[in-house]
């Protein structure tokens, strides 16, 4: 059977029915075996997971990880053993840290998925009968209703005021209306009236579809591969690493070579003791503490992120997050709560404001800003038993749950009145509903007739709501101040410019009026819908969620450029911009609100300049969000796609860092993504932004420490080499302070929390390094200081015996590493400020480190080992004493920096 290039949305029922070969009884079970084999099975193919040992190996595909094992070999050869021990340990808790991680992060990732197996109804040889969707197939009748899951795409065959909500694969946060006619021409990023997609939701009515694509041939499918066909890039953090691992390398390697043509040229020592004590110096130049180093800094930022409702899959993405210039955001669901909420009443001429947002019950009524009750408020308590008259919907609140079921509309409406403590399982104790005219689209308004009067006292009443120029059209009266009064053309006037104001907010307008029934009324039709006393309108809107103002707010201050891309109309989008202060609301919209027909034809540079200029795309499929995710990119951003749809999944996958809502989320976009919003807030997006720029801060930090450490021993040895001098440390001795400072003081260091004003920074280049030319100045102060002063207490203590001399150097150096890590806390802010005792795990690592150096030196077994001399009191006090001068001196040069820094800006 040939299905391409067939336009089903163009095809009356009948031509559909022949060209798939079926009829409205449906397929046979064994017509269903054969197109099974034929067109698959429906559903999308998993991602093969490779399992628990290839996550572990991926832990070992490093540049850095390579070095270490090279110097983890070369140790061995030349019977380092202890060397080529701690260096492999480390290298496997790395893997360990990192394992566990990414193993802790799918488990999350799959309980977020859904675990119930999804059902379907379908009519095979005249039986309606319930299958799995996965074993629906091309040709298959399909029975719908509310509440149910489209489980393929397919195209509607009859219909009963049917609904379907297509947020999640085009961005509508709407109910869209379907129908069975031939559909005309949509525009881009809609679907055909008649069409129903796999992924949708059916919220309202009845229908009865035949299945015209499934799996991976559905829209939901297409997009699904689309994800595929990008390929995999390296994050921003990884480049940065590749990028220190070469610096560093080759600082080790340099400092290697120059140690061996010095000892063995210019000082004449033996070949073999010069190229051992090489590669000790390399061993030592070649931190081998990094790779665990980064994966804690990484891992204690994911761990943060994880308490602030942000789940992170790829370690690496936490700083690629904190590093991002552009967030490209959906609007429903993501910056709205995809739930209409009703915000203001009009009734009995008076507007009045709703307060609370969602499904919560939560709120209440004002008038004038003042609070009020409709208890007390006749006209408001009317029309909100009213909508309840003429509601279909159900909400039940259960110890604090709230479900609900029904048309967005009118959940929208029974919410509004249990707010006003009116609860539809109060008034609908004593009523009979006699007859319903559903809501149609050409009347575009529902009827319910009940009898709310006793028994032997009947009070028949018609109960309307929806479109409130419709409702008013057919009014004769209105409700007011408990009253029924005339309806006089001047207040038509002035409900009409009321309900347009609304309008013109974005505001969805829903009209609510009554009449009396005939004593003997049992049924109504349309016709009877006339000479309604009209009781006013509700406006209600998909509101923004909690905090996402002041997240926009945060962005800006941190110089992170906001976009909305949405498959929702260009004036709801604009309303919900300005409403979050994303524009203002004078902002012109030309140039800012872009639609899909806008981009249409553009060339690439004009689409170019759109994309820097523009702020709202609105309209926009899911192949212009990967364009301009694209586009972004190209033009040297780092960008951050936020998103819960299928119809995000692409761009998702193509961004430097997907975000994924993990409550409302498709399982497509979760699996595209590399954050996932357990809270659905846009706002938890602005936490992990602070948590992303710290990690790259530690990792400056530990990574800057760790040089200047390793630079400051290799240039001792150097310098004491080319100065004739003997050497000052012997390879154990280096190896043990490299292992000593370079141990649990960078892992406090990693720790370190958040300094303030750390949003208040515009985001870093995507070009600076890790190790950039703005620390060089900084870094030739603490290894000339270190060598310095080294070199000269060796000099000082020479004539009292070698061993002493070194025991002194060591000392010293070792203690000036410590007062480093205590300058390395921040690069700009002096220690006064950020405070010695603000960050517990460096005082207590400081602590550690001092008593480790005391044992070393004094306890006999080490002694001999590492040929140390005990010192006194008064050595130790000028030891300390003058290696804390390094701590003085970075102090005064960091009071120049900001000064420096200052005049610049101003």
Known sequence: MDLENINFSSLSSSDILKKLETSQNGLSDEEVKKRIKEFGENKLPEKKKGGGL????????????????IAAFISWQFEHFIDAYVILVIVFINAIIGFFQGWRAEKILEALKKMVKVYTRVIRDGIEKKVS??????????????????????????????????????????????????????????????????????????GRGIVTAVGVNTRFGKIAEQIKKIKYKKSHFEKKVNELVIQMSV???????????????????????????????????IPEGLPAVLTIVLAIG????????????????????????????????????????????????????????????????????????????????????NALYSSDASVVVEKNEVKTVGEPVEVAMEIAAVKGDILKSDIYKNISILDKIPFDTKYKFKANLINVGSEGHPDKKIFVSGAFEILLQKSSYIYEDGEVKELTEAKRKEILNYALDMAGDALKVIGSAFKDASFEATDITKDDISDLVFLGFFGMMDPPKDNIKDAIAKCKTAGIKVLMLTGDHKITAVAVAKEIELISKETHEEGKVITESDLEGVSDDQFKKIVNEAVIFARVTPETKLKIAEFLQEDGNIVAMTGDGI???????????????????TDVAKEASEIILTDDNFASIVNAIIEGRIVFNNVKKTSFYLITTNVAETATIITALASGFALPLLPIQLLWLNLVTDGITVIALATEPKKDGILNQKPRSKKEKILSKDVLPLLFFTVTLMVAGTLALFTYFLPQGIDKARTVAFSFMAFSQLFNVINMRSLDLSIFKIGFFSSKFMVVALLISVAIQFLVIYIPFFQNVFSFERLNIQEWVLIIGSSSLILVIVEIYKIFKRKANSSVKL
């Open 251 to 285: 600082i080790a390697f340099f400092g290697a070579f120059i140690t061996f043509l010095l000892g063995f040229y210019l000082k004449g020592l033996n070949f073999f003791d010069i190229f051992l004590f090489s590669v000790a110096s390399l061993v030592a130049g």
């Open 54 to 69: 290839l996550l572990f190996l991926k832990q070992f595909n490093s540049s850095l990880i390579y070095i270490l094992f």
């Open 302 to 385: 994911v761990s943060r992120m994880a308490k602030k409702n942000a789940i992170v899959k790829h370690l690496p993405s936490v700083e690629t997050l904190g590093v991002a210039n552009v967030i490209c955001t959906d609007k429903t669901g993501t910056l709205t709560e995809n739930i209409l909420t009703v915000k203001k009443i009009f009734v009995g001429s008076k507007l009045i404001d709703v307060s609370g947002i969602g499904i919560q019950t939560k709120g209440g009524f004002s008038l004038d800003e003042a609070d009020i009750l409709p208890k007390y408020y006749p006209d408001l308590d009317r029309i909100l038993k």
């Open 647 to 665: 119809n995000d999944a692409p761009a998702l996958k193509q961004a430097n860092i997907g975000v994924s809502m993990g409550i409302s989320g």
């Open 133 to 206: 969707a996965e074993k629906i197939t091309i040709g298959d009748i399909i029975v719908l209703e509310a509440g149910d899951r489209v489980p393929a795409d397919m195209r509607i065959l009859e219909e009963e005021n049917l609904r379907s909500d297509e947020s999640p694969l085009t961005g509508e946060s709407m109910p869209v209306e379907k129908s069975s006619g031939i559909s005309k021409d949509v525009s881009p990023g809609e679907s055909p009236k008649n069409m129903l997609l796999m992924g949708t939701t059916i919220v309202a009515g009845y």
